[in-house]
């Protein structure tokens, strides 16, 4: 464990440099370069970014973008962790950080590749967990309709539900990413949301309604799931991803009459509400994992440089499962 890279004289970070109008583009990040922290202090951890999670954030302007981060550490002066080690936060897409070492975790390369642990066994894997477990509910037999389902947390929930016996039928947006979810994960059903026809292709797909509705996407996507929501049905807000980064005010149909008549649950969440339940998800996560239940599916661009290409909206488009940029002298 000693081939770790040494410090350089600089840092490179990429700052948002302006406020994204939908998803972001190269230009509205810029790239810049600062002295290395030369000397740590007490409990500060030097670490080298190895996998940068790229996710579907709202960032502050003229800040240093941060994600969930797999980094390697390349200096200590805290007693918990060992130069070399693996470990994961919440850090700067900067190539080095320093860091408090109560803001960093170790991981277990033991368990599973480095990269999973910021899709599967990451965020977006505790939102496919709790959102669907705890909100959804799932019974055998039941149809969950997923809406951004081809991503890094519908790809998953889709697998869970399965698990569970649940009819899952996936909404995304192309035949590429259709077949993916069909032939390559086994959902029973795939829909794009961008066919002209959608709202009859979506009634064909769920023949007994919708009995669990996990939304990543909301907007007019969602007007039209709502249409087929069953009696007593739920509805978990994950993502509200159409509307990021948008400052257009949204108007149009209610649906709190839908809600009221057909008494369905709609409950958003965050994996924080959830802190207690972490380490027990974390477990069942690594178990199915391991036991080739569910996959992890990433797409993983090469190169430190390519962290603005992997936000932008023609790599989204692309893009199948959890993106990830891994920093290019780590082989
Ligand atoms: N509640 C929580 O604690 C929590 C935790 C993690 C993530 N989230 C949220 O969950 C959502 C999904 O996250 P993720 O990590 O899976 O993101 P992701 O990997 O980027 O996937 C999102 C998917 O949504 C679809 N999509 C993207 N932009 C869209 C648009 N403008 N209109 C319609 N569909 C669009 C795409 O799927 P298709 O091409 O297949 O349609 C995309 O792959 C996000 O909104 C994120 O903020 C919430």
Redesign the pocket.
């Known amino acids: 464990m000693d081939d770790f890279r040494k410090s350089s004289a600089t840092t490179d970070s990429f700052v948002l440099a302006k406020r994204p109008v ?2 972001p583009v190269l230009s509205d990040f810029k790239r810049i370069s600062s002295p290395v922290i030369q000397e740590l202090k007490e409990n500060e951890v030097r670490v080298h970014g190895l996998y940068y999670s790229v ?3 709202e960032w502050n302007v003229g800040e240093v973008v941060k994600s969930e981060v797999v980094a390697r550490v390349a200096e200590s002066k805290s007693s918990q962790f060992r130069v070399g080690e693996l470990v994961i936060g919440e850090f700067p897409w900067s190539t080095e950080s320093v860091v408090l070492s109560d803001k960093v975790r170790k991981i277990d390369i033991q368990k599973a590749f480095a990269s999973e642990y910021l899709g599967v066994l990451g ?2 894997g ?2 496919a967990y ?2 669907l477990v705890e909100i959804g509910k799932p019974i055998a037999g039941e149809t969950l309709v997923i ?9 998953l929930v889709g697998q869970i539900g399965k698990l569970f016996g649940c009819r899952v039928v ?5 035949e590429i ?1 259709m077949k993916f979810l069909t032939a390559h994960l086994g959902f029973h059903a795939s829909l794009n ?1 961008l066919s002209d026809h959608f709202s009859e292709e979506l009634e064909q797909a769920c023949p007994n309604g919708i009995d669990i509705y996990f939304d ?2 909301g ?1 007019s ?1 969602s007007d039209s799931v709502m249409k087929w929501m069953n009696h007593l049905s739920r509805v978990v807000i ?5 509307s ?1 980064c948008s400052e257009a005010t949204v108007s149009g149909k209610r649906i709190e009459s839908v809600l009221l008549n057909r008494s369905i649950l709609m409950q ?5 509400d959830y802190e207690k339940k972490v380490p027990a998800a974390n477990l069942k996560l690594t178990e199915w994992l391991t036991d080739g239940k569910i996959e992890s599916t990433e797409t993983i661009l090469r190169g430190f440089d390519r962290l603005p290409e992997a936000s932008s909206p023609h790599m ?2 692309s ?1 199948l ?3 990830i940029v891994k920093a290019e002298d780590w082989l």
């Open positions: 939908g998803a996710d579907p954030a965020q977006s505790l939102a709790f959102g809406s951004g389902a081809s991503g890094a947390v519908g790809s996936g909404i995304t947006s192309s990413k949301h990543d996407v907007g996507l994950c993502g509200q991803i159409s990021v958003g969440f965050r994996v924080s989204k488009a893009k499962g959890k993106m």
